[in-house]
């Protein structure tokens, strides 16, 4: 079946420019995670949404990140004013649900650059 | 809040021998889930293997196999007759409580060579 879709693959940005990153989580999966990660480095929490309830944004490094979530389905991630520092990959990621046992099903993740 | 942590630098090993990768957790919540990602030179993130925390056995997968010592909060990666396309960064992940988010650790550089 499909995988989790993630788009663009790949986005250079102007610094001061806002972006948008879009996920499209595998149908049915109730859980959404957005995570950051610069080269060589490990993943960076940036938001979780599961089912219905208020996500968890503890992640977002600053108000410039925000992201939603509608219909419970497909996830935009958005990026006002981008930084040189925003550059990283950004990685989407959905699980069948919010059981301890549900592993992740990662994309292939969206690569910004900001110049 | 939960926390995993990676600290071996990066690791190598010969073909064909086994190897250990080490992660340690901390969370206060006694239910938790633990897993192990690997992330080659293309990116992407494949699940590996999971272990719950009130599993009384140690979880295996093909060649993986996590060393789970639950009293020192500890759960290493055993890759057995290392392959050169096991060559790829490893994260340690956990989830406390339901419904909470995965967190990662730094992950776990490993060289496979011939």
């Known amino acids: 079946g499909a995988g989790v879709s993630q788009s663009p693959s790949n986005k250079v940005t102007e610094k001061g420019k806002d972006v948008e990153l879009r996920c499209d989580p595998i149908?049915?999966?109730?859980?959404l995670y957005w995570y950051r990660q610069s080269l060589g480095q490990g993943l960076e929490f940036l938001i979780y949404?599961?089912?219905?309830?208020?996500?968890?944004k503890s992640g977002l490094p600053s108000d410039r990140f925000s992201a939603e979530r509608t219909g419970g389905s497909v996830s935009t991630l958005t990026i006002q004013r981008t930084q040189q520092e925003d550059s990283a990959v950004y990685l989407c990621?959905?699980?069948?649900?919010?059981?301890?046992?549900?592993?992740?099903?990662f994309g292939n993740g969206t690569r910004l650059t900001v110049t | 809040a939960q926390k995993i942590t990676q600290t071996q630098p990066g690791m190598f090993v010969q073909e064909k021998e086994a190897v250990t990768l080490d992660c340690t957790y901390d969370?206060?919540?006694?239910?938790?889930?633990l897993f192990w990602y690997k992330q080659p030179s293309s990116g992407e993130m494949i699940f590996l293997i999971y272990?719950?925390?009130?599993?009384?056995q140690n979880a295996t997968e093909g060649r993986y196999s996590l060393n789970f010592q639950k009293a020192r909060k500890s759960a290493n990666l055993v890759i057995s007759a290392s392959q050169l396309g096991d060559s790829a960064m490893y994260f340690c992940?956990?989830?406390?409580?339901?419904?909470?988010?995965?967190?990662f650790g730094k992950g776990i550089t490993l060289s496979v060579r011939p």
């Open positions: 949404f599961q089912g219905n309830s208020a996500p968890d």
């Open positions: 272990q719950g925390s009130y599993d009384q």
């Open positions: 992940a956990i989830v406390a409580g339901a419904n909470s988010k995965l967190t």
């Open positions: 990621a959905s699980s069948q649900s919010g059981q301890l046992n549900s592993p992740l099903h």
């Open positions: 149908s049915g999966h109730t859980a």
């Open positions: 969370t206060s919540d006694p239910s938790y889930g």
